[in-house]
């Protein structure tokens, strides 16, 4: 009888070399209760282990990190509470940026006009309209000293050119002849600074009458009835442009007068440029204004 060759098919259960059937899930028994539970055993190519029945154990996430671990998901969440504390800490500090850029702008912008100007403040707003047209009330004015860029024909060593003066050699400020000067009246520290036109310029002693406009010293008939005259002392005779409220002259004007003739030392600087109401900011403030005064308001 020959034997089966090796083509022959093969029925029945198939074995291993060994003998011994093959192991299969269908095959496998569990413990009573525990059919449901499922275990992956670990690939012995890739991890290295055994496959004994010991090593089996329940799939865990490799990537997955806790705290403490020291992997990425170990940084605790920001709440909302420290969220907001630093938000508010940074909109304090751009607050206190904004204040101190606008207090070193303002800072650097007075101290560049302090240093074209060399009076302080070199800024003055206008109060009343006793330079109309020229000036209107609540104008800013830049001022400059009066003997840093002086005019032609300027009176001595003021450094100001008078109307009298300008009309002789065209030097005109704000459409009339002469320069427009601020000053104290009499000197009073305490007095709201004038900004007027020098008119003309008077020696000590001088009787000036004749010199003067008939229409701008009022009823004196002679220099006896003409205020400060003979000049108590060498300055400038002073009037506002308005032809309404200030038809006569400083010194004139109100009885006494605004002032007496305005010695050089009493002028704070000649009106330069004006800058149509961005005076009335310092006006609400009450710092750094000049009167254009008139009758009726001093």
């Not at 496998?28 to 525990?34: F, N, Q, S």
């Not at 504390?85 to 500090?93: F, H, P």
């Not at 009330?137 to 830049?142: E, M, P």
């Not at 009298?164 to 065209?170: C, D, H, V, Y």
Request: glycine share 12%; charged share 25%.
């Amino acid at each position: 009888m020959s034997e089966p060759s090796d083509d022959t098919e093969q029925t029945g259960p198939r074995v291993d070399r060994h003998g011994d059937p093959p192991r299969s899930d269908r095959d496998r028994t569990y413990p009573e209760g525990t059919q449901d539970r499922r275990y992956d055993e670990p690939s012995r190519e890739n991890d290295g282990v055994s496959g004994r029945g010991d090593d089996r154990q329940p799939r865990v996430d490799r990537d997955r990190t806790h705290p403490g671990s020291g992997g990425p998901g170990n940084r605790p969440p920001e709440t909302r509470g420290s969220q907001h504390t630093a938000t508010r800490a940074d909109r304090i500090l751009r607050y206190l940026f904004d204040i101190a850029s606008s207090i070193f702008v303002v800072a650097a912008i007075g101290g560049l006009l302090f240093a074209a100007s060399g009076v302080w403040p070199p800024l003055v707003a206008i109060e009343s309209g006793s330079m109309n047209p020229h000036m209107q009330k609540g104008d800013l004015v830049f001022v400059m000293e009066e003997q840093r860029f002086p005019g032609p024909g300027a009176e001595r060593e003021s450094g100001v050119v008078s109307a009298a003066a300008g009309a002789e050699t065209g030097y005109r400020m704000f459409g009339e002849y002469g320069d427009v000067i601020v000053y104290q009246p009499n000197g009073d520290q305490g007095e709201t600074p004038i900004i007027h036109r020098a008119m003309f310029w008077v020696e000590d002693g001088e009787n000036w009458y004749d010199r003067a406009d008939p229409d701008y010293r009022g009823n004196a008939d002679n220099c006896e009835e003409l205020n400060y005259c003979p000049a108590p002392h060498a300055g400038f005779i002073t009037k506002g442009d308005n032809p309404v409220t200030n038809d006569l002259y400083d010194q004139v004007m109100g009885g006494n007068g605004l002032s007496e003739p305005v010695k050089p030392a009493w002028i704070m600087g000649t009106a330069e440029k004006r800058i149509p109401w961005l005076g009335q900011v310092r006006l609400l403030s009450g710092a750094g204004s000049a009167t254009t005064s008139n009758a009726t308001g001093r």
